[in-house]
């Protein structure tokens, strides 16, 4: 009776220890990652879409407002820099070019005869002198008159040579006011859009009124990426830092990209969200094949890189560089690590974790918190 009695104990707890393990809930399968060295690159990206620009643009207008007279290019066209785009109407100024120049040749003329006629009285004013001297042949008052003479004359031609200066600059007004009927390129480039026609009139923008210019010329020998850098971010960007450049109209990265320009204020078009613009040009011709002004386009701009180092893929990461660690027993454990460098896709460990570690990817599943079961899947 008694072995019957201590064998009916032993039954009983064998069956809730049964009947616990029934109760207990299957493992979890999760996705796991086994912590490897790898390269991990430290970098910044915009907040905002970024935009292809040529290095140089330039909206062009005449300075004078007036009829359209000539239209020497079209959209397309490969300029020279000082080629002539665009003349507005100018023939009452041309001609007036014409009659200063004809002025000009009057009063070299005037001024030739007014020295010739000066260089005679004084000539006629040496041998008067040379006459009293010798022989008293003529009067004091006659020798007075002739040296008069010849020093008005010899003013006379001095006048008339200013008046040929005072020509010439009159010329120089009357070209300058052709000039300013004149569009003309003020560098190599291409004529991106043209907003005129032959008749009609076009005219400068007043203050305040933007209106659309005759001329869009384009410099695309050379393109820069500008895009907005976040204001807490941009302190660390120094010109010369490499970037790689992404376009929503090709699929591979361009990374010839060097910072050329940060800039030296904040913009605040939005107040919750500061930017500073970022410049970065791409120096790799095979990296501007194809690529237009105007082309959306992001910027990733390398702070530092390490080729091996222990690392993290950004979605094992718990708040507070904490992490889901699968134990020996498969029971999740959290355990906290030190950060090095990060970007979006992986994050450095310094210390807290070791190679061949595994951790939790899954961290967004129901039930995957410290203390479940797991099981990794294949």
């Not at 203050?207 to 050379?222: A, F, K, N, R």
């Not at 993290?312 to 027993?329: K, M």
């Not at 959290?334 to 460990?349: H, I, K």
């Amino acid at each position: 009776m008694t072995g019957k009695k201590l064998l009916i104990p032993s039954a009983l707890v064998l069956a809730a220890i049964a009947f616990t393990y029934a109760r207990r809930p299957p493992p979890l399968e999760v996705d796991t990652y086994t912590l490897a060295e790898g390269e991990v690159r430290a970098s910044v990206s915009n907040t905002r879409v970024g935009t292809v620009k040529a290095c140089r643009r330039a909206y062009l207008a005449p300075a004078t407002g007036g009829q359209v007279a000539a239209l020497h290019v079209k959209e397309g066209d490969k300029v020279g820099q000082g080629q002539v785009l665009l003349e507005v109407w100018n023939q009452d100024l041309k001609a007036q070019v014409a009659l200063q120049k004809a002025q000009i040749q009057a009063s070299r003329a005037s001024a030739d005869q007014a020295c010739q006629l000066a260089g005679g009285a004084e000539r006629e004013a040496v041998r008067m002198t040379k006459l009293q001297q010798r022989n008293n042949v003529v009067s004091e008052e006659q020798v007075d008159k002739s040296q008069t003479g010849g020093k008005s004359q010899r003013a006379a031609c001095r006048a008339a040579l200013q008046n040929i200066g005072v020509a010439e600059a009159q010329l120089g007004v009357a070209e300058a006011a052709v000039q300013r009927t004149l569009v003309k390129a003020p560098f190599d480039g291409t004529v991106a859009e043209v907003n005129a026609e032959l008749g009609e009139f076009v005219t400068p923008s007043p203050p305040g009124i933007p209106t659309l210019p005759p001329i869009d010329l384009l410099d695309v020998s050379c393109l820069t990426v500008s895009a907005p850098i976040d204001e807490v971010d941009v302190a660390r960007i120094r010109t010369g830092m490499p970037a790689c450049v992404s376009l929503d109209a090709f699929t591979d990265k361009r990374c010839s990209g060097v910072v050329t320009r940060v800039a030296p204020y904040v913009l605040e078009k939005e107040k919750q969200a500061r930017t500073v613009e970022v410049e970065v040009t791409l120096r790799d011709p095979k990296d501007l094949a194809e690529l237009l002004p105007g082309y959306s386009a992001d910027i990733e701009v390398l702070l530092a890189s390490k080729d091996k180092a222990l690392r993290l893929p950004a979605e094992a990461i718990l708040e507070g560089n904490r992490v889901l660690l699968v134990g020996a027993d498969n029971v999740l454990r959290e355990r906290r690590f030190e950060a090095g460098l990060a970007n979006w896709n992986y994050t450095e460990v310094l210390s807290g974790l070791q190679a061949g570690d595994r951790v939790v990817l899954s961290l967004g599943k129901e039930g995957v918190t410290a203390g479940a079961t797991v099981r990794a899947k294949p």
